[in-house]
């Protein structure tokens, strides 16, 4: 059975940093090009980073180039997507997803994927 199970959101002050993590089990996630998304309320979802599959090609959204890093440990199965310098309108639920064919500029920009985990929440407030 493919899963992914996500973990290290939480309540975070403005100006904090959350890691979360993106662990896989029944796939071997080298296969696969590793996305973080995010849907905060009333919005849609959108690709935040992604990363291709031995990690040489990466993507950010802008809103968070220079605040958070997308990386993949092949070796434990896990994605992770380390958050600093947080902001309230980081605040969403994140998810991990997995696509098997594409780019991370594919799979971020046009949110393809074949595999969703049920997300982890991220709130950033005072």
């Known amino acids: 059975q493919l899963q992914f199970v996500e973990s290290g959101g939480g309540l975070v002050q403005p100006g904090g940093s959350l890691r979360l993590s993106c662990a896989a089990s029944?796939?071997?996630?080298?296969?696969?090009?590793i996305g973080w998304f995010r849907q905060a309320p009333g919005k849609e979802r959108e690709g935040v980073s992604c990363?291709?599959?031995?990690?040489?090609?990466?993507y950010y959204i802008d809103s968070v180039k220079g605040r958070f890093t997308i990386s993949r440990d092949n070796g434990k199965n896990t994605a992770y997507l380390q958050m600093n310098s947080l902001k309230p309108e980081d605040t969403a639920v994140y998810y991990c997803?997995?696509?098997?064919?594409?780019?991370?500029?594919?799979?971020?920009?046009?949110?393809?994927?074949?595999?969703w985990g049920h997300g982890t929440q991220v709130s950033v407030s005072s």
């Open positions: 997803a997995a696509v098997q064919l594409g780019t991370v500029q594919s799979m971020c920009v046009q949110r393809t994927a074949e595999y």
């Open positions: 990363i291709s599959k031995r990690g040489l090609n990466l």
């Open positions: 029944g796939f071997t996630l080298d296969d696969y090009v």
